[in-house]
Every structure is written in structure tokens, then in C-alpha cells.
């Protein structure tokens, strides 16, 4: 964590000048071309809207057990090392899943209603734009709704073999805790069968399978049809969304890998690996003759990469959870297939050029990035040559947490910071950045800064807050605090 921590202090501090963070890539753009990848960007695509039910009535106990399992990415990002080669799927060394086997994964404790994290996490079974029967793994997510399911891109959109477009697959059928072993239904489904009503991707995504698979905007969402209640009421919560660029976490993957004959791997057992990621390199394998030219070579942010843990197909779409939390931080997208001497797997974050994309369309009731700030200083005046502290409060009001918050002070001439605490933090007498490890609904982070006055300091100092906001965040008017420290002597 901690380089992700550096980074996130020099841009920071970059931005102190103005207090204000610079644009993302993604809401900017030059004349042109680069225009055209920031429209791009910045585009959500919809499915057309299909029937929930009918989906449910056509993925029977049969149908499910033919699934077959979402072929990973053929475009292999350059994350393995020369070595490699003389590797054998995930080296002892490095498997930290208690009990894992030669991939790093161990079965998931039955019944699978018994966990938080199981209960959310299910198998997403789907017609392809093929037309065959296939599976991924998805998980419920925290939304306005209570209805959306989690997963990446090429599990809900794909370019047909001989096709020049892609198409959006069908008959969505998300079965959270499902349990394959269960000989009763009510045990194999125990939340049962939700039908999908309509599919979200980013507009950049587009499915080529020599291009952009294993891209930073390989995430999708679905949202599943209502009944009496709704889904995340149906099994006792959701993940919290967790906006970051990717980094260095402690995470449990859990999906349904799904090849069919290979047990455990089969699709019918739950199965989670322990990992520690890292962020993935850049990606530069792209295929200039089929991609449009419109379509960004993906770029290091935004991808966690594990060498803890394989990815077999049929679990892309899982979610990474930052273990000890109900935070989802990416949901897996690309690797090796187990048994593949150089494993590895590698997971897209939840960023705003992803997720932040399109959860405005596939939740347009949803307040989701709304960080806020409030700052707060004595309430008597402060003797000129000492110090006082002042407290930042940053709150999130919305619906994700948030990974990683830069946090900025500033004082004028007069003053000077002394220290600060609460968070990570770089300063120079006037200025300092902070960035805030995680900021989750319902739990402010208070930072305090120790400022001294000097001897020529004025009647009245300002300490002025901001706390960093992006295109998310539905008002930006509480971004900035300011505590004025009456002087005296």
C-alpha cells in the first residue's frame, strides 16, 4: 500500500496550488482523436431489455449442469516474468490460501448460506452471443435498487466467432450461494433464481476477443428483476463498491470455475483463494487491425494483478474482497488457466472510468462518490506563538467507499502546520496533502493539524479543508471546509 499511498500524496500535492485534483483522464479530452476517446470513455451501453422471468423458467437443474464456463481472455497481458516457465502452477511459496491446492484455492465452507461473503457471491448462467449456454461468477452490490449483480464485460458482451460486431448475451440468470452438489433444490437455490432485466457496459469495452478482453473496462452490471423483495434484502446484504486505482490489498477471490468434468472445478463448488495484489502493468497488447482507433490501449491504472491465485474460466465476473470487509474492490478479468505452468490472475478495480461509467444509468436513483468535509477549530482566540489544533471530519454520504481520498490543507502567511494526524500525510509549512487509506458510509475519518501562529500572524486565520471529488459526486459544495482561528496577543 504504501506506493499507492506516495502517489496519492504527489498528486495531492501537485493540486495544492488551487486545492483543487486535476481532471481524470477520462472526463478530459483533446481536440481529435483524444476527444473521441474521452466521448468513448465516458459512454455507458445498454442492453436491450429482456424478460426476467422467461430466463428463470429456461435455466432448469438440466440446463445448468450443460453450462459450460466463459473461455478466459486471449489477449495475455505481459505480467510474467522470464522465470516463469519453470514454474509449475502457483509455486508452494506462494499459495497462502489456508488449505489451497496446486492453484491456491480451497472449497468454500458448506451451506453457503452461512457467510456474508458466500451468500452474496453466486453463478451468473446466460445464453452467449453465440447462442451456446455459458456461465461466470457475479456478486450482489450495494445499490439504491438493491438489485444489481457485479461481473465483467465479457460475461454480458461478446464478438461472435465470424462476427465484425459485438452482441450483447441473453437469458441472464444470477443464483446467489448456488450449490451444485445439492441434490434439493431448495439447497442448490436457496435464495433462488434471479432473471436479468437489462445489462450495463462501458462504452469503450468492446468485446474484441484479440483486443480489449482483458482491458481496465472489463466490468459490467446487471440488474436482476424484482419480486417481493428485492435482491439484496433476498440474501442479507451486498458488497460495498470500492472506488480505487487498483494497488496493494489483502483480498479473497470467490467464484465458480466451470470446467465441466474437473472437480472441483466443475462450476457445481464455490471456491475462494487468498490473495495480495499488486497493481498490473500496463497493457499493451492491442490489436491495431480490429480494434477502432477510438478504443484506448488500457493503461496500468485500474487492474489489481495476484500471483497467490490462477483464474480458471468460469470465474471471471468474481469479486476480489478486501478480506476483513465487505469491500469489493474488483471483480476478476483475466489470467492463466489452472494447470498452466505461470499462474496468475488479475482483477479489474472499481474506478470511475469502469464502474463510475455506468452506474448512473444502471442506478440513476443511487448517490453513490459523496464525500463531504467539515473542519473545526477552538472556539476561544489563540495567542499569537502558539498552536492550535484544528479537526477535519470526511464523510461519506453515498453508496461506495472510497479508497485512497486526498485530503488537502492550506494556511496563509501567519502560520505555519506543525503536524498532522489521522491519515498519511506530506506538509510544508503552509500546505499538506493526506491520503485517507478507506472512507466507507457511516464512517467519518477525522484528521487533526496542529498549526502554530506567529508572531505576525493576522486577527483572524482561515485553515481551509478540501477533500478531492470526482464527476460522481452530486454536489461538490461541501468539498471545502474552512475553520477560522480567532487571534490574539
Known sequence: MARTLVTTLVTALAALGGLAIQPSPATTGSAGSGAAVAQVRARAEASPLMRPGQAVRYWTPARQAEAGATPLPATRPPLVPASASRLLSVPDGKRITPGGDANGYARVRRPYTGAARSRVTGRLFFVNSGGQGDSCSASVVRSASGLLVATAAHCVYSVPEGAERGRWHSHFAFVPAYDGRATDERQREPYGRWG?????????????????????????????????????????????????????????????????????????????????????????????????????????????????????????????????????VGVLSAGTEDG??????????????????????????????????????????????????????????????????PVTFRVPDGAAFTALSGADCARTARQAACAIDTVRPGHPVRLTARVRLTADAPRQVPVTAHVAATRLDPSRRDNTAVARLPVQG
Not at 505461470?342 to 436513483?365: C, F, K, T
Request: charged fraction near 20%; aromatic fraction near 8%; hydrophobic fraction near 40%.
Open 196 to 328: 436479468g432485466r437489462r445489462a450495463w457496459k462501458p462504452g469503450a469495452y468492446t468485446g474484441l476477443a484479440g483486443g480489449d478482453w482483458n482491458s481496465v473496462y472489463d466490468f459490467a452490471l446487471i440488474e436482476v428483476g424484482r419480486r417481493e423483495r428485492t435482491l439484496q434484502d433476498a440474501v442479507g446484504g451486498a458488497l460495498t463498491p470500492l472506488r480505487s486505482q487498483g494497488g496493494w490489498h489483502t483480498v479473497i477471490a470467490t467464484g465458480y470455475p466451470g470446467v465441466l468434468g474437473r472437480k472441483p472445478y466443475d462450476g457445481r463448488d464455490q471456491l475462494w483463494c487468498l490473495a495480495r495484489t499488486q497493481p498490473a502493468r500496463a497493457l499493451t497488447a492491442v490489436n491495431a487491425a480490429t480494434v477502432p482507433a477510438a478504443v484506448p490501449a488500457a493503461g496500468p491504472a485500474g487492474k489489481l494483478e495476484t500471483y497467490n491465485c490462477h483464474l480458471s474460466k468460469g470465474h471471471s465476473g468474481g469479486p476480489f474482497v478486501v478480506k476483513g470487509t465487505r469491500d469489493l
Open 340 to 405: 498452466e505452468a505461470d499462474g496468475y490472475s488479475v482483477a479489474n478495480a472499481l474506478n470511475v472510468e469502469s464502474y463510475g461509467v455506468i452506474v448512473g444509468e444502471a442506478d440513476p436513483r443511487g448517490v453513490y462518490d459523496a464525500l463531504s468535509i467539515t473542519a473545526t477549530g477552538p472556539t476561544g482566540p489563540v495567542r499569537r506563538g502558539r498552536t492550535a489544533t484544528v479537526t477535519a471530519t470526511v464523510t461519506m454520504r453515498g453508496l461506495l467507499a472510497a479508497a485512497q481520498v
